[in-house]
C-alpha cells in the first residue's frame, strides 16, 4: 500500500513560481509510477504530469507542458511537482497519484484509471 501527502501549495501572483511535493509512505513506491493531477473550481479533474517508476520518462498536459517539470526522489520517497509563470488557470486543488504497478508497463498514463492510491490534494490559487 502506497498513501500520499501533498505539500506546497498556497495562494500566488501570476507568473509567480510553485513547487509542490508528494511524500509517499510504502516500499511500493519505487516500483510506481506517479501522476499529478488537478480539480478546479467547477470542473473535472484533470491530468497534470506524470512520471515513470525509473524517473526517465515524464508525460505532461499540453495546458502546463513547458511551464511544469515532475521529477521524483526514490530515496526519498518523494515526488515534485515545479510550476513556473502560473496562470489564474492553474487554481485548483492538486493531488498526487501512484499506479503500484506502473513498473509493468512502459507507457506512463495520463488516465485516472491505473493510479491506485491517491492524496488528500493540496490547494494551489493564482491570483490576477
Known amino acids: 500500500q502506497v498513501q500520499l501527502v501533498e505539500s506546497g501549495g498556497g495562494l500566488v501572483q501570476a507568473g509567480a513560481s510553485l513547487g509542490l511535493s508528494c511524500a509517499a509512505s510504502?516500499?511500493?513506491?519505487?516500483?510506481?509510477?506517479m501522476g499529478w493531477f488537478r480539480r478546479a473550481p467547477g470542473k473535472e479533474r484533470e491530468f497534470v504530469a506524470a512520471i515513470n517508476w525509473r524517473g526517465d520518462r515524464t508525460n505532461y498536459s499540453d495546458s502546463v507542458k513547458g511551464r511544469a517539470t515532475i521529477s521524483r526522489d526514490n530515496a526519498k520517497y518523494t515526488v515534485y511537482l515545479q510550476m513556473n509563470s502560473l496562470k489564474p488557470e492553474d487554481t485548483a486543488v492538486y493531488y498526487c497519484?501512484?499506479?503500484?504497478?506502473?513498473?509493468?508497463?512502459?507507457?506512463?498514463?495520463?488516465?485516472?484509471?491505473?493510479?491506485?492510491?491517491w492524496g488528500q490534494g493540496t490547494q494551489v490559487t493564482v491570483s490576477s
Open positions: 497519484a501512484a499506479d503500484r504497478d506502473g513498473y509493468l508497463t512502459v507507457a506512463v498514463s495520463t488516465r485516472e484509471h491505473p493510479y491506485d492510491y
Open positions: 510504502g516500499r511500493a513506491f519505487s516500483n510506481s509510477d
